[in-house]
């Protein structure tokens, strides 16, 4: 092969009578022109990459041109919305977001690009004043809408009523469908504050409209280094009897429980009846049980994570279900012994996105100057 200048990449001598080459497919012919020189025998043991893999594929020319038609197909294809779900109302109020969909001219076959889903959105709610939040986002070829139905108590009917706010907040998004706004973005709130007044051309209507913004919630706890608890070793005894009035009439014991621990005590009162009629007496049984108090050590870390733990616990009993967290904070530290003992203290801050307004009705004729705003 150096006289012809070729050169081979691998080469290994497997055994005294074996040799194991690889070489390209253009010096293959040549591989074998010297070993039938030599008077030995080659055999192609493998056959691997592009050009082998083309060869095997020429036969089958229209499977090729057809796998490339079809990825091409379904790249067009997926450029494009075939499927719009509707999700999280009812029936009736999904035929209703249907019905503006196609109103605003979002059909399946539409292109992805077209689909501003934040403007969706906000179209949505004005077109459809029954929802209290919307939600818009495309996967794939699937148009995706999740929307909350804005729920009105039964107890204030649909007569002329002002949206208030029913907690503390920062206002962030309004969207105002019927009524006069009362409060703009970035202005703080107050429960019980008129968001979107119910007058319209000097008569009272419903408010209708969307008052988002920022709700925090707050939470602490304090956990010691050094805690002693209380806990019960699981050993318990019981001693019955009768009450009649202030008066109990025990069954004996042979003897009084022992141990080095300490006890407490349970009283349980069953009443005796027979059949609707209640008897002057009521059974008693009086359950003690061994308590054994353990001194809890923690390090500073331990103590402080404990602490984190419960705090975050605390929080998480505060926030409504499916509320979109927005940003946490936490605040952590250890004091000193001031008496009582170290102690580390955790502070955790949540703030969320969520709906502000509530009804309340309007009982009071509105004065000629709320009209004008």
Known sequence: ??????????????????????????????????????????VVLKEGGLPFFFRRLAPRVSFVVGAALALGIMALVTRHIWFIAVQGVPAGLATRVRVALEELGIEPGLRRRQIDPDRLA????????????????????????????????????????????????????????????????????????????????????????????RVWYEAEAIVPLEERLRERTGRVTRHRGIQVGRWRIMVPVPSRPSGAGSWEEEVKIRPGYIGTIRLPWAGITVCRFEVREQVIRRSEAEAVQEALARAWARVREQLPPGVPVVETSEDTGVSGDDGKGRSARARVLVSTSEELGTYRLRLEKPDKGMAAG
């Open 1 to 42: 092969m150096l006289a012809r200048r070729r050169y081979l990449a691998h080469v290994e001598r497997v055994s005294p009578d074996l040799l194991l080459i690889q070489s390209s497919p253009a010096d293959a012919g040549l591989v074998r022109e010297l070993a039938r020189e030599r008077g030995l025998r080659m």
């Open 122 to 213: 906000e179209q949505l709610l004005l077109r459809v004043p029954q929802l209290a939040w919307v939600g818009v986002r495309t996967r794939g070829t699937l148009l995706e809408i999740r929307a909350v139905e804005r729920i009105v108590p039964e107890a204030l009917g649909y007569g002329p009523a002002d949206l208030v706010a029913r907690k503390d907040g920062l206002v962030t998004e309004t969207l105002v469908v019927r009524g006069i706004p009362r409060v703009e973005r970035g202005q703080p709130v107050t429960r019980g504050e008129v968001l979107i007044a119910g007058v319209e051309d000097g008569k009272p209507v419903r408010a209708e409209g969307i008052i988002r913004g």
